[in-house]
């Protein structure tokens, strides 16, 4: 079987992104009779190492993808050649869809440990079949922007942009990667595909083998200036200030070319920003920008600043694209209900919160976050904004909900005015977010 | 503009994953009437801190995407809309196709730092809109295959099982993923789509929230054993050992029911192995094997093998999926060439390799790999295996080129056997492999 294009999964394969034994699992629970609802959780157990909190993102993509599921004929004859299923189950995905809620926090919400990000809840099978999915999905977006939003922190105001395509897992982390930028705040992404998607403008400069290319780096930066009036020119391929100088002497001998910045890709960027900054005053280009890119991350940007460099803009790739220093979250998706009466498995030394559950957010006399409660769904809890809102009822996505879900970047802006100062800083916070479970949380776990 | 389903990049917009960049410099050298021949080489320049060698993978992935790629009405009609880009260049871009060379090593080889993966010739404009996409897919094969090989090693001929699919950074990640395992060496996979499409044999046992759904354990038992004979229970969802009493109680009550193997999947796995084994053995189950998964990399197998636990096969999720310890390799797609100049970047402290090259592989007299030269294409060398080969000529891929390359698995295996002991160790190697360029290489160096 060729796969034509990367990743061009269309609906017709949706239901096939699954784990085999997802499968396997609803024909048992279908041969049994087992149609009870179920309820999952979706949550994880503890922080990366330096993160102090994640966005939780994704949740309002992967609703659509769940809504839309179907079994197509190509898929169900995939299935069959796999010789596990018979042929009345078949018959039966034949008719699958998602009838079931999905109970969420909002895209861009920020969250901790324990608490449920989404709950799934549906005849078991439904439910059951959508973990690695979800769970694929959600981490995807999560990772991503709660490792921009660091970025977007660090920069303190300053734009980053996303430079990180060539560096990403894949096409659909580059493009749903700018969806969670987005989110983060970024200003603009290179990526083209992926910008023109989830509408984050476009950004890009030139690369060293544009300037290779021509036997003169300044005639490759008169090329590219003339041709794009305010572009950024990239000037470290040879030596950076003779680079800058080059620039410099451009714009004296073509007085109408336009020049909007600069970008330093190499060597010590903070000295190097000082004295391009100090080249370009001097000459009277108070008003040409420096972008500095080159392996940053959080740290380096964040000690750029205090250390006063000029940079204007930063451009992010390797690091924010991988999130490589926590590239992962354990996620879980657990059923935590069925048939009505909660479940939970027993893990010692693990937390695993029994069934359906609300998170509320309190905050103190300031408005800054002070601590979440976990209680149950239906709990009366009366101090907190309760996070966790049905975006899918009975199969259908709610439109107002949507609507709402999207001001994700809206809401991390929110979220960082709002979030206690510990907390919105690189370094882990001590202690930690207040995570409380509620009384009838705390009963119901004795009982099971 | 709405996006329909994960990563649904078909045909109709491949030319559009690419950075901004590519394209600007593509208009640029086209109004500059830059026509001429550029080579690219694709290489990194260090090894993650605890790699010894990296598995090339996806060239030839990505080589039967550029073959294909043409700019489509929909994605010009995007571009259109950038407002960055003129008609005429728009015109000219419709009848673009990649009509140059590709050189590559075989997917499945070693590779070290420095060498040359893959080379890109054609006219400057094909071979620059190509940076981005190959880079992008030529890393995340070769960055996942390079950590699925170290879980082949250190599980020493025992199945490893890619449980990631929920883990890893989306979709084109889960699916592509597999490509790479499967070249790598893994058993199977528990991904449907993935499997399906990359021929790796479909895997699965069952879940926690199966046996949760079920009010008794042993039921769950007997009802997945009844429906698949010689499927793999999950015996740790309350207490572990008492979940293999209970499998091998069935056993004992239900004589006919088939049992393949028990699964592991929290706990102290070594202990948790060797008592679950012995009381297998004890009830005359010796063919009963057992399975573990948890958290487990490529360290934890080895210490699992090496204090002799009675494990079968493992089940790897989170830290093969996203290769978490090094999530991303800093691949370079270099200008060494343009209308048959050599063409090098200046970096302090950075090797950068001008010109076209080839790589010659050396073997001592019991055949394991002594070390590497690079050398210029061109250059005579009388010692050594060359390794880059033309897999895609005058922008056609060469059938029987392709049909060698499908040997990814195979390689591999070989590979194994030739690289030297050294490098088939976790720990990294002290001295690295070596790695030396020719006196052509060196002279051409001393000129620039």
Redesign the interface.
């Known amino acids: 079987?060729?796969?034509?294009?990367?990743?061009?999964?269309?609906?017709d394969?949706?239901a096939?992104?699954?784990?085999?034994?997802?499968?396997?699992?609803l024909?048992?629970?279908w041969?049994?009779g087992?149609h009870?609802r179920?309820v999952?959780s979706l949550y994880f157990r503890k922080l990366p190492a330096k993160r102090n909190f994640m966005l939780a993102c994704g949740q309002q993509?992967v609703a659509e993808?769940v809504t839309r599921l179907r079994f197509s004929p190509t898929s169900l004859q995939?299935?069959a050649?796999?010789k596990?299923f018979e042929d009345d189950f078949l018959a039966w995905l034949e008719g699958f869809r998602f009838t079931g809620d999905i109970w969420t926090v909002p895209e861009g919400t920020p969250v901790f440990p324990s608490e449920p990000l989404m709950e799934v809840e549906a005849p078991?099978a439904e439910a059951?079949l959508l973990?690695?999915l979800v769970?694929?999905?959600v981490?995807?977006e999560t990772?991503l922007a709660s490792k921009a939003v660091r970025l977007v922190m660090a920069a303190n105001g300053r734009p980053v942009v996303d430079?990180g395509?060539?560096?990403?897992?894949?096409?659909?982390?580059?493009?749903?990667g700018v969806r969670a930028y987005r989110a983060a705040g970024l200003a603009g992404t290179?990526?083209?595909?992926g910008?023109?998607?989830?509408?984050l403008p476009?950004?890009?400069?030139?690369?060293?083998?544009?300037v290779?290319?021509h036997d003169n780096e300044q005639e490759a930066f008169r090329?590219?200036a003339r041709?794009?009036p305010g572009?950024t020119l990239l000037v470290d391929?040879?030596d950076t200030l003779a680079g800058v100088r080059k620039v410099i002497d451009l714009m004296a001998a073509e007085p109408d070319l336009k020049v909007g910045a600069i970008r330093l890709d190499?060597?010590d960027l903070g000295p190097l920003a000082r004295d391009a900054r100090q080249l370009l005053d001097d000459a009277g280009h108070a008003d040409v920008k420096i972008v500095a890119s080159s392996g940053l991350n959080e740290q380096a940007i964040a000690e750029l600043i205090g250390a006063g460099a000029p940079i204007d803009a930063f451009g992010v790739g390797?690091s924010m694209?991988?999130?490589?220093d926590a590239?992962?979250i354990?996620?879980s998706?657990?059923?935590v209900e069925?048939a009505g009466k909660p479940?939970?498995?027993?893990?010692?030394g693990k937390v695993n919160l029994p069934s359906r559950k609300q998170v509320y957010r309190r905050r103190d006399s300031q408005g800054f976050y002070r601590g979440d409660l976990i209680a149950l769904r239906d709990e009366p809890v009366d101090d907190g904004e309760p996070l966790l809102t049905p975006l899918v009822k009975e199969g259908r996505i709610d439109d107002s909900a949507l609507a709402e879900a999207d001001r994700a970047r809206e809401r991390v802006q929110q979220a960082l005015r709002h979030l206690p100062p510990a907390l919105r800083q690189l370094e882990p916070a001590d202690p930690p977010y207040p995570i409380e479970l509620s009384e009838g949380l705390k009963r119901l776990q004795r009982q099971e």
Chains 1, 2 share one sequence.
Do not use: C, W
């Open positions: 079987m060729k796969h034509p294009s990367p990743a061009s999964v269309t609906d394969d949706l096939l992104l699954t784990d085999l034994y997802e499968l396997t699992m024909q048992a629970y041969r049994e087992m009870g179920g999952f993509y993808l995939r299935l050649d796999v596990v078991i059951q973990e690695s769970m694929n999905q981490q995807l990772v430079f395509m060539r560096r990403m897992h894949g096409v659909d982390a580059a493009i749903r290179s990526n083209v595909l910008g023109l998607i989830h509408d476009l950004r890009g400069t030139m690369a060293h083998s544009y290779l290319a090329q590219f041709l794009y572009t391929t040879h190499s060597g390797t694209g991988v999130s490589e590239p992962v354990d996620l998706y657990k059923l069925y479940r939970v498995k027993h893990s010692p």
